[in-house]
């Protein structure tokens, strides 16, 4: 347990960056978001250890007739068995990496958020290549931890999911995402050399996700709303980076995510058909409130705190870091597939849409959700 005076600086740490959540004020989503938060943002679990235990619920579901009535996830099956690969085959770790080299950039320096932080500028050349490389770190960091989440929810809905067809696609996302693991994991240990700690408000959404009976707020949370932001943030990494091992990485992921999120969204299309208004009600405010937490997990505070601490404060740091054009770019193309898929399983009605554009969520609005976009589509969009 950490200290008290510990806790109320964490507390006063994190208020400003809280401001827009809560704001669904629906008693039934911020109680079960109360628990999480506080462990998350006041006790922060995620750092207080190497290992952390959570109360997992949920039921599992066995289904004795084995009835194949879902085409679109059968079909998506196929897909996903095609799709596997082996990181020890299809990545060539060998290949020499130097995110230090002044004469290789690693990211290209115009598409860093650190370009507009008051005193960036001002480092020396060396310096400011290890605070990229440093923020980069503390990116797949907390890509590597949302991946671990992702591999323990994805047993979750295999086993709580009533369809036999869902039930076998979950099988292989259970292995894309054991993959996944895999491989972000190795990449940080051989090529960056430094992994971040997970990120409080990422916490606080596995949590959320892992103590919740509910398996279709599984579907929401994982496969719709982290897959689908994984998809736009790991795309626009792949395309500011020079690295080829690192971009031959996220190709490969960004493949299998993209099965993820179209597996959620048909899922959630058929369970959603007929919810009663109060149930979609308050799924659409916990989608919200999970968005709000997802947008403040980029602050990077974990950097901040080891970099910048120092040099300003944190309201500071977090408005260069919300305000910066980079910043916005990423935000937009993260939420790229969160919003028209939200959109299409019916929770972006008209009460719900003015907090979404307070947030300046909306830009992707009309996009094309999930189910009408092939693989390849989503991977390259």
């Not at 980069?136 to 949302?146: E, R």
């Not at 671990?148 to 809905?157: D, F």
């Not at 899922?267 to 308050?282: K, N």
């Not at 705190?305 to 993260?334: I, P």
Request: hydrophobic fraction near 40%.
């Amino acid at each position: 347990m950490r200290p008290i005076s510990h806790m109320v600086r964490s507390a006063f740490a994190n208020a400003n960056v809280l401001e827009d959540a809560g704001c669904s004020q629906n008693p039934r989503v911020l109680k079960r978001l109360l628990g999480p938060a506080l462990r998350g943002l006041l006790f922060q679990r995620g750092k207080n250890g190497d290992e952390t235990e959570m109360d997992a619920r949920h039921d599992a579901c066995f289904t004795w007739t084995y009835t194949h009535d879902a085409p679109a996830m059968r079909a998506l099956l196929n897909t996903a068995r095609r799709g596997q690969w082996d990181p020890l085959v299809d990545l060539d770790w060998s290949l020499s990496v130097d995110p230090l080299d002044p004469e290789r950039p690693f990211v290209d320096e115009r598409a860093s958020p650190l370009q507009e932080v008051p005193g960036f500028s001002a480092l020396d050349p060396r310096t400011k290549r290890l605070h990229q490389r440093d923020l980069l770190a503390w990116s797949l960091s907390q890509f590597l931890h949302g991946e671990q989440g992702a591999l323990y929810v994805a047993c979750q809905l295999t086993e709580a999911v009533s369809w036999t067809d869902a039930k076998l696609f979950g099988s292989t996302q259970v292995v894309d995402e054991g993959r996944h693991v895999e491989v972000f994991d190795r990449y940080l240990a051989e090529k960056l050399e430094k992994r971040y700690p997970i990120n409080d408000n990422l916490y606080v959404m596995l949590d959320a996700l892992m103590t919740d009976r509910r398996w279709d707020l599984k579907f929401l949370g994982m496969q719709v709303i982290i897959e689908g932001l994984a998809l736009g943030a790991f795309g626009t990494l792949r395309t500011y980076t020079h690295e080829p091992l690192l971009r031959e990485l996220l190709r490969r992921v960004i493949t299998d995510e993209a099965r993820h999120v179209h597996f959620g969204v048909l899922a959630l299309q058929r369970t959603y058909a007929d919810l009663p208004e109060p149930d979609r009600h308050e799924r659409e405010d916990w989608a919200y409130e999970m968005c709000v937490l997802l947008r403040n997990r980029f602050l990077a505070h974990e950097f901040y705190d080891e970099h910048w601490a120092h040099r300003m404060g944190r309201r500071s740091w977090n408005r260069a870091m919300l305000e910066s054009q980079y910043m916005s770019r990423f935000r937009d193309t993260m939420f790229r597939r969160i919003v028209p898929n939200l959109k299409r399983i019916g929770l972006l009605s008209a009460r719900i849409r003015p907090r979404y554009e307070r947030l300046g969520l909306l830009t992707w609005e009309h996009e094309r959700a999930a189910p009408d976009l092939t693989i390849e589509e989503m991977v390259e969009g």
